[in-house]
């Protein structure tokens, strides 16, 4: 009977960008809308400030995650370069080497000498790549998926406490964006561990807390500098 398991470890590039960048679109955007609404602005100022904080914020995102995850494309190029270089000048170094991981992990010296040798015959970069340097395909850098998740999400997230702050009655911004704020932020925390494997219940409670205690600075600090502008 075949046996299918479901692994979540290959979202884990896409899901870790994307739960980023909801989640800083959703914080940065609510708070930014805050504090400015602390301060007394007018809501023609309020959107402006929101709908700026959502273009720099989703573009700075895009380029951030582009940035880092493409300088870990790069190092993992460089040692599959390296390695590839090895396996051509000095192959049974290299399959002595690979014998030694496998036995390492537990495979008696003559078990671990064949193992090493179908790998090295079958694709001997895909062996060093997974076994010695821990490269694999689910977990390879993907740069332009990180960066579209990022900005999608962060734009997306940013949106909401944007269109509260163009619809809602002034009065009630530094209240009611808050609380949108947060019970979004629960639901994507809570979905985002779900989608991992993790627990449902810590996974909201952690960005509510962090999302709660940034929109009550930035509130302190709008009203404390605030002027009517």
Sequence with gaps: MHHKEAHRINRS?????AVLGANDGIVSTASLIVGVAAAEASRANIVLAGVAGLTAGALSMAAGEYVSVKSQSDTEEADLAMEARELKNHPAEELAELTQI???RGLNETLAQEVARQMTQHNA???HARDEIGISTALSAQ???AAFA???MFAFGAAIP???????PLSTFLWLIPI???VLLGILGGAAAKAGGASVIRGATRVCLWGTLAMIVT???GSLFGVNL
């Design 13 to 17: 590039g896409w899901l870790r960008a």
């Design 102 to 104: 496998y036995q390492n």
């Design 125 to 127: 970069l895909e062996a």
């Design 143 to 145: 740069p332009l998926q």
């Design 150 to 152: 990022s900005a999608g």
């Design 162 to 168: 944007v269109l509260i702050s163009v619809f809602a």
């Design 180 to 182: 949108v704020a947060i």
């Design 219 to 221: 509130a302190a600090v």
